[in-house]
Each structure stands twice: as C-alpha cells, then as structure tokens.
C-alpha cells in the first residue's frame, strides 16, 4: 500500500516506520501524505490502543527534501508547509497515545515531528537539531512544537544556534521521555506506551483531547475544558465501570 512507509501491527500497537534510509527519511509531500494517511486510518480504528512512529536507517529523519522544496514556487511551498502543519497537529487529534522511537539524529520538521508526538523514547546517542538558524530558511515551523516541549529559551537557543543537542540535554529539558542505549530502544518505547495504555481507551482519547485544550490556556479557562472531560468520562460505560470496580474492590475491565 505504501512507498514511503512501513505500517504493522503488534497486538494492539500500529508501528509506523517511515522507510526512506537512503533520504534519511526526509520528509518529502508524498511521505508526509503516506504518513497521515496512516495515522488517520490507525487513530479510527478501535482495535488500536496505541501508535509508534519509528524510523528505518541512521537517522530518524532529516527534515524536509530540500530537493524536492528547491523546485517549488511559493504557492507550492505554502501548501507543503500547510500540509505538514496538518499532520503533526493530527497527532495531538488522534485518541491514542503517539510515541516516537527515535534512534538516531532529528532534525529541523524531523525534530518538529518527534516533538509533536505525545511521548518520546530516544537513544542516548540520538541528537536533535533545528539547524535553520545556521542558514537561511528559519525553522519556525518546527519551534512551535519544541518551544511547547522546552519553553522560549532553550527553544531560541536550539532556533538561533542551530546547534544540535545530545540526548542526556533533551532529556533534561524535557524534550524526549527516555534516552536509553540503543539497543534497548524499542523495548522502552513498547513498555513506555504499554503502560500508557493500560487503562480506559475511550477516557484517554477524552483525556487526550482535553489536556491539549487546556495546556495553554490560562488557569480559569482551562479548568472548564478539564471539569467537562472529566464529568463526561464519569458518564461512560467505561467510566461507570471503574467506579465500580474500585467500589467492589475488583480489577475493572475495560
């Protein structure tokens, strides 16, 4: 079905695998489409509980094709940046839990792409890099993932330097989850959205959703967002159910 990308199950997880180890993955328009489809079809169905962007090669992505983005006119460039503006916000938009497995270097709509998902498992000889500040095509784009991952400074840092930092870095700014050998990689990020998983899927979708409402939004307008989520999840079969079980002092089943 696919050119650019690999798409398997294990269990209930969707692997995606963007499969372009000669580009290093770069994000051209015909990926970045292969990979929302996937995501859409992954985030409607039900018999999923949780997804894993992975990548084949040294590097999990390289950014955009600058070959391809070299022949564009401005209209062109406009819709390939609108598109992939689509997709990483549809990360947020699908109920399940989105984790990259990143295990190798990240780079500029790459690093956008790990940033945006939800969890992030890394190798500790990963790096993250928005290297647009070194030349001449700012990567804006991808500071509004990692400004809302790290914050305004250490974001205009990696924006303005262009200097790529290690994992043990990312880490502590709160850029990945983990960073463990990588050989270990794939274990922890299956562990990681394992138990991220272990509960209600409707309530995380609903939890989901309503978290990425609120997060940046003052105070008193996202206590609302969080009080109806949570008041709407007491309604649910699954919601009665925990209740229940808690009550009963028995395992609930979902």
Request: net charge negative; hydrophobic share 40%; proline share 4%.
């Amino acid at each position: 079905m696919y050119e650019h990308i690999l798409v398997t199950d294990e269990g209930p997880f969707r692997v995606i695998t963007m499969n372009r180890p000669g580009k290093r993955n770069s994000l051209t328009t015909a990926h970045l489409k292969e990979l929302q489809g996937a995501l859409s079809a992954a985030g409607s169905d039900q018999a999923v509980t949780g997804i894993i962007i992975a990548a084949n090669g040294p590097a999990f992505g390289a950014g955009h094709d600058f070959g391809e983005m070299s022949t564009m006119d401005q209209a062109e460039a406009e819709d390939l940046f609108e598109y992939c503006s689509d997709f990483m916000q549809l990360i947020s938009a699908v109920p399940q839990p989105v984790i990259a497995q990143v295990e190798g270097i990240a780079t500029a709509a790459s690093c956008q792409l790990m940033a945006s998902c939800d969890l992030v498992v890394a190798a500790d000889s990963a790096h993250f890099q928005t290297p647009g500040g070194m030349g001449a095509i700012f990567c804006s784009r991808p500071g509004v993932a990692i400004a809302r991952n790290i914050g305004r400074k250490r974001a205009m840092e990696m924006l303005l330097t262009g200097d790529p930092i290690d994992a043990a870095t990312a880490l502590d700014w709160g850029l990945i989850n983990r960073a463990v050998p990588l050989d270990e990689v794939a274990n922890e990020t299956r562990e990681l959205l394992r138990r991220a998983t272990r509960g209600s899927h409707s309530s995380t979708g609903i939890g989901k959703r309503a978290t990425y409402q609120q997060m940046d939004l003052p105070t008193g307008l996202a206590y609302p967002i969080a009080s109806q989520a949570m008041a709407d999840e007491t309604q649910t079969r699954d919601g009665k159910e925990a209740m229940a079980a808690f009550m009963e002092k028995r395992r609930a089943e979902f």
